[in-house]
């Protein structure tokens, strides 16, 4: 098994499109209010740029991609950034691509200086949950000011 995980191309933006657009409909997050809905995921690697401390990761399996996730400012914040659009094909789900994407992105966003981790999500991605937890997210009554996706259910935040 060969796994590799980098930032984005833009040859690889259709590829994203489709396993964003696919997982999130697994999982329920059709239409606006929700991730999959987001311009951005016509050209990821349009979006997720270092000028613009932001960065996208994709994760291959055996050369194929299977998933990505990406960090970037919430809402133009400098102090908070917004951990986004971790999505995984089934059979790369239980490999702990999905961790170590999530703790490039973290490094990375604390090492731009961001001083808080912002993200939303659904209860019924109860992996991905768990998995937030695991990193230190903690779970809010109410989502950010400002944010997008008013269709998501579990909103959460970690401290840097």
């Given amino acids: 098994m060969s796994v590799q995980i ?3 191309k833009p040859e690889q933006n259709e590829a ?6 696919a997982v999130g409909a697994e999982f329920g997050a059709i ?16 979006y997720y740029t270092d000028d613009k401390q932001s960065l996208y990761l994709v994760a291959t399996l055996n050369g194929k991609i299977v ?5 970037a400012p919430f809402n133009d914040s400098t102090k908070v950034c917004e951990l986004k659009k971790l999505f995984l094909l089934p059979e790369s789900r239980g490999l702990g691509l999905g961790k170590k994407m999530a703790k490039q992105c973290l490094s990375f966003a604390k090492k731009t200086g961001f001083g808080e981790c912002y993200l939303d999500t659904l209860t019924s991605m109860t992996s991905a949950i768990q998995l937030y937890e695991k990193l230190g997210f903690e779970h809010l009554n109410q989502p950010l000011n400002g944010t997008e996706h008013s269709a998501c259910d579990v909103w959460m935040l970690k401290r840097f």
């Fill in 6 to 8: 980098y930032p984005i």
């Fill in 67 to 71: 998933g990505g996730c990406g960090i």
């Fill in 16 to 21: 994203i499109c489709q396993i964003i657009k």
């Fill in 31 to 46: 239409g606006e209010g929700f991730g999959p809905s987001d311009p951005e995921v016509l050209a990821m690697s349009h």
